[in-house]
């Protein structure tokens, strides 16, 4: 009988979607697909943001306070 995910049946199954739905609503269909994913990510780092917000504030004052010292052109001496 053969494999039922094999390369044809799927050609097939995405010729027969295609002339079902059509481009553009398959591309509206991705766009709107991309979305709910992007925003669902988004409510996830948000959620734990606000969970833990002591955690993420120690965490923003480490990224904002650089360890390396930049030197100045008065700390150069010349050798």
Do not use: C, N, W, Y
């Given at each position: 009988?053969?494999?039922?995910f ?20 398959l591309?509206n269909?991705?766009a ?5 994913v ?11 943001a606000?969970?833990n ?24 001496t010349p050798?």
């Open positions: 009988m053969g494999d039922l094999s390369i044809q049946h799927l050609l097939l199954l995405l010729l027969i979607v295609v002339l079902i739905f059509g481009t553009k609503k591309r269909i991705g709107d697909l991309g979305g709910a992007k925003g669902f990510k988004e409510g996830m780092a948000g959620a734990a606000t969970e917000p002591e955690e993420k504030r120690s965490l923003d004052e480490k990224s904002t306070h650089s360890p390396v010292k930049e030197a100045s052109a008065q700390d150069k050798s």
